[in-house]
């Protein structure tokens, strides 16, 4: 994806709308593991941005170590006024600063595109986890959601997602390439009605969807032109919306007599 200088706007991401709650996949993770062969387990989150995710996390989860990665200091900035106890790394997802099989969870929410090295990425996270650890993926997925309200009046940001993201078959391929097992992928339909006025007033405010910031000022100008005639027309349409989110494991090596 494009190519947005997230230094530049961080402090707008920093708003209560992108606020988490703990992560319910990395808690599963962790009551199904029971015990650790060291004593604190590590997690990571590659692509934290403000680190909203990591801090919910550690709000909940005591005696865990949290390490969060992103490209862009801005972010970085804010993460660690919001929780300077986590470990606020900056740099590229393609080549993590971290030792070989230190982390037992790795997550990558809404970001891994950034990175533009996806093959990269995977056999980073494959290193950096250590046998029995688990990668956990969740973005948005284009390819079945091409009626989204911004694909629907900014046709360009679809063309840019499409070059970006992964077909979720591919994406699975490459991990199981890297050498992740038991992969699997869960789709979570959240189409909704949409009122065009509202989503005018959304969209006028470029900032709110990475995929605004990263299409042209002219193909920018010209979805809003479409929506505001399109307030005249209708006052609510339905949005496809989808969420994927892949899984992998590094298992433990078999040993045999």
């Given at each position: 994806?494009?190519r947005?200088?997230?230094?530049?706007?961080?402090?707008?991401?920093?708003?209560?709308?992108?606020?988490?709650?703990?992560?319910?996949?990395?808690?599963?993770?962790?009551?199904?593991?029971?015990?650790?062969?060291?004593?604190?387990?590590c997690?990571?989150?590659?692509?934290?941005?403000?680190?909203?995710?990591?801090?919910?996390?550690?709000?909940?989860?005591?005696?865990?170590?949290?390490?969060?990665?992103?490209?862009?200091?801005?972010m970085?900035?804010?993460?660690?006024?919001?929780?300077?106890?986590?470990?606020?790394?900056?740099?590229?997802?393609?080549?993590?600063?971290?030792?070989?099989?230190?982390?037992?969870?790795?997550?990558?929410?809404?970001?891994?595109?950034?990175?533009?090295?996806?093959?990269?990425?995977?056999?980073?996270?494959?290193?950096?986890?250590?046998?029995?650890?688990?990668?956990?993926?969740?973005?948005?997925?284009?390819?079945?959601?091409t009626?989204?309200?911004?694909?629907?009046?900014?046709?360009?940001?679809?063309?840019?997602?499409?070059?970006?993201?992964?077909?979720?078959?591919?994406?699975?391929?490459?991990?199981?390439?890297?050498?992740?097992?038991?992969?699997?992928?869960?789709?979570?339909?959240?189409?909704?009605w949409?009122?065009?006025?509202?989503?005018?007033?959304?969209?006028?405010?470029?900032?709110?969807?990475?995929?605004?910031?990263?299409?042209?000022?002219?193909?920018?100008?010209?979805?809003?032109?479409r929506?505001?005639?399109?307030?005249?027309?209708?006052s609510?349409?339905?949005?496809?919306?989808?969420?994927?989110?892949?899984?992998?494991?590094?298992?433990?090596?078999?040993?045999?007599?």
């Amino acid at each position: 994806m494009k190519r947005t200088d997230y230094d530049k706007i961080a402090h707008l991401y920093d708003e209560r709308a992108r606020d988490h709650v703990a992560d319910e996949a990395l808690l599963d993770f962790l009551s199904t593991r029971g015990s650790f062969r060291q004593s604190t387990p590590c997690v990571l989150d590659v692509g934290c941005g403000a680190g909203k995710q990591l801090a919910a996390n550690h709000e909940r989860l005591s005696g865990v170590a949290f390490v969060g990665i992103d490209r862009f200091q801005g972010m970085l900035r804010i993460a660690r006024q919001r929780c300077p106890e986590i470990a606020w790394i900056q740099a590229d997802g393609a080549s993590l600063p971290l030792v070989s099989q230190a982390c037992d969870y790795a997550t990558s929410q809404f970001s891994y595109p950034h990175v533009r090295n996806t093959a990269g990425l995977l056999n980073e996270i494959f290193r950096v986890l250590r046998p029995g650890g688990r990668f956990v993926m969740t973005n948005i997925d284009p390819w079945s959601m091409t009626n989204w309200a911004i694909y629907r009046y900014f046709p360009e940001a679809l063309a840019l997602d499409c070059q970006d993201f992964l077909p979720v078959g591919q994406f699975l391929d490459l991990m199981r390439a890297v050498g992740f097992q038991g992969v699997s992928a869960r789709q979570e339909e959240r189409s909704s009605w949409r009122d065009a006025e509202e989503f005018l007033a959304f969209a006028s405010d470029r900032h709110r969807a990475s995929q605004l910031m990263a299409i042209s000022n002219e193909a920018y100008t010209a979805g809003l032109q479409r929506l505001i005639r399109d307030t005249q027309l209708r006052s609510n349409f339905i949005s496809q919306f989808v969420l994927v989110t892949i899984t992998g494991d590094k298992c433990r090596p078999r040993f045999t007599d």
